[in-house]
C-alpha cells in the first residue's frame, strides 16, 4: 500500500489517497495518460472507490511507501 499526494494546478489543496498499487504501476499509469492524450488517470484507493485525476491538471505526486510494521518492543 503506497499513500499518494497529487498536486493540482491552481488549488490550494491536494488530494491524498491511499492505493493498494505498486508506486511503479501508478508511474506507468500517469505516464501512459500523459502521452496518449486520455488525460484520465483512473485510481482505485484501499477502500475501492474509483477516482479520475487529469494528468495534465496535475502539478506533482509524491509517493509515500507503507511503512514496514515491527513487532515487539524495538527502539
Do not use: C, H
Not at 500523459?34 to 509524491?62: F, H, M, N, P
Amino acid at each position: 500500500m503506497i499513500e499518494v499526494r497529487i498536486g493540482i494546478i491552481e488549488s490550494p489543496k491536494e488530494l491524498i489517497l491511499e492505493l493498494e498499487e505498486e508506486s511503479k504501476e501508478l508511474i506507468e499509469k500517469v505516464n501512459a495518460a500523459l502521452e496518449g492524450g486520455s488525460g484520465l488517470v483512473w485510481l482505485t484507493d484501499s477502500k475501492g472507490k474509483q477516482i479520475a485525476v487529469s494528468a495534465g491538471r496535475s502539478a506533482y505526486l509524491e509517493l509515500e511507501p507503507e511503512p514496514s510494521r515491527t513487532v515487539g518492543f524495538g527502539s
